[in-house]
């Protein structure tokens, strides 16, 4: 009998795309959530600045989802631009947020869970991308 799993090749890029979907999908939720939670502040300022923060993130959010269909075919230039805004956004997180106990760990977490397999997956997806060609170590 015929195996017809899919090759790590494909397997991985495509993983990755849908943990990224999922990321994406997510930030979109948290991005109407900060919106709304500017309307409970009084300081039309301090309102702006989240509703703005609300913004940002919905934009980095939307950018994922629209490379997600690239990162399934495996590209590397969509992997490595997601990679850096998904980091980006995260880590802010981690640190503004998450570390002070601004935001409770549970449910937390499970942002930065997320993207953390997300770059598991796409490390996996490009390793070969990563290893240096005969050429290239000839040339050293």
Do not use: C
């Not at 992997?79 to 998904?86: K, P």
Request: aromatic share 8%.
């Amino acid at each position: 009998m015929i195996s017809k799993a899919l090759p790590t090749a494909k397997l991985y890029p495509r993983a990755a795309a849908i943990f990224l979907a999922i990321w994406a999908v997510m930030h979109v939720g948290a991005a109407v959530s900060t919106w709304m939670t500017a309307g409970t502040v009084g300081d039309p300022l301090a309102a702006g600045r989240i509703q703005q923060n609300a913004w940002h993130l919905f934009g980095m959010a939307v950018f994922v989802g629209i490379l997600t269909p690239r990162i399934w075919r495996r590209s590397v230039g969509g992997a490595v631009i997601a990679a850096a805004v998904t980091t980006f956004t995260d880590l802010g997180f981690i640190v503004l947020l998450l570390l002070p106990g601004i935001v409770p760990v549970i449910p937390g977490i499970f942002g930065p869970s997320v993207w953390l397999i997300a770059m598991i997956l796409l490390a996996l997806a490009h390793r070969e991308d990563l290893r240096p060609t005969a050429a290239q170590d000839a040339s050293t």
